[in-house]
């Protein structure tokens, strides 16, 4: 995934810490295979150079995500969108390296004529997704916290209960650290809204996952999938969920919206949040009501 992954875990005795990540490293390859746009050989690689007018069977990782991500792109109304791996390319964000200079209008238009969760259909009941032609399956923004979660229940099933796992900064906790204090997490306060006084966030993860999104994050790569252009406001934007795969979805959904939509959105899907939004010179964060009520 391009990224680097972290265990904290409470071992029972006689548990070896390389079992635990021979399990984990095994886990992380059959996501690999499934859900990487990076690989040439991945599920998703091969749906994506598919004819159109092709029907494909999923395998329970790409189906997991495919139904987890079309429920978040109805839910946002297109804020989260999986169908947009052509204009992830056409930006240089994705395998490809990044262009020179920024595409043009036309080469937008032309990415978002074959691009978009709407141009997709979905058989739940078989696992079965129409490639219409042309459209590029990315799960940059959900693939991540799937993966946390996958590790989560791998330890479960070897029997660990106590454990802080994370991929690339989507973070899973399950019990409690040794000493009997909750696995805290801090949400990091990037430089320019620390210069404004805005102070860290711990949060105590007890079966609970959080996901952060925005530039700070991964530098200018987030994409409004309705227009096709990169957003710049959002600097950090953190959501607290039951699954780290919601959580990744929600902060890649909401990253795209300005400061008023992301409230209204985040309240009435009653989404755990923390934002901090460039608003001119000046960074503004704003609290969700589900976080705050969490915060009492």
Not at 8 to 33: M, V
Not at 38 to 43: F, G, P, Q
Not at 129 to 137: F, K
Not at 143 to 154: E, P, R, S, W
């Amino acid at each position: 995934m391009g990224t680097r992954w972290s265990l904290k875990a409470l071992l029972g005795e006689g548990t070896a810490p390389a079992t635990i990540a021979a399990l984990l490293h095994a886990r992380l390859d059959t996501l690999i295979d499934q859900l990487s746009h990076w690989e040439s050989d991945s599920a998703i690689t091969r749906f994506n150079r598919a004819e159109a007018g092709s029907w494909h069977t999923l395998g329970p990782d790409f189906a997991q995500v495919m139904a987890t991500a079309l429920d978040l792109a109805a839910r946002s109304e297109g804020t989260f969108d999986p169908a947009i791996g052509v204009l992830v390319n056409l930006h240089g964000f994705g395998p490809r390296p990044a262009p020179h200079q920024p595409p043009s209008r036309d080469a937008i238009a032309d990415a978002l004529a074959v691009s978009g969760w709407a141009r997709l259909e979905w058989d739940a009941e078989t696992s079965r997704l129409y490639q219409p032609g042309g459209l590029h399956l990315d799960f940059s923004g959900i693939a991540k916290g799937y993966g946390v979660d996958a590790l989560a229940q791998t330890l479960e099933e070897a029997g660990l209960r106590h454990f802080l796992v994370e991929i690339g900064g989507e973070f899973a906790g399950r019990g409690l650290r040794p000493d009997g204090d909750p696995w805290w997490v801090e949400l990091e306060i990037p430089p320019p809204a620390l210069a404004q006084g805005i102070a860290p966030l711990r949060l105590a993860l007890c079966g609970q996952a959080v996901a952060t999104s925005g530039d700070y994050v991964r530098g200018c790569h987030t994409i409004d999938p309705r227009d096709g252009q990169p957003v710049h406001h959002v600097l950090a934007l953190s959501v607290i969920e039951q699954t780290t795969m919601r959580a990744d979805g929600w902060a890649t959904a909401l990253g795209v919206l300005p400061l008023s939509e992301i409230e209204a959105l985040a309240t009435r899907e009653n989404l755990a949040v923390r934002a901090l939004v460039r608003r001119g010179e000046e960074i503004v964060e704003w609290i969700s009501p589900a976080l705050a009520r969490m915060m009492e």
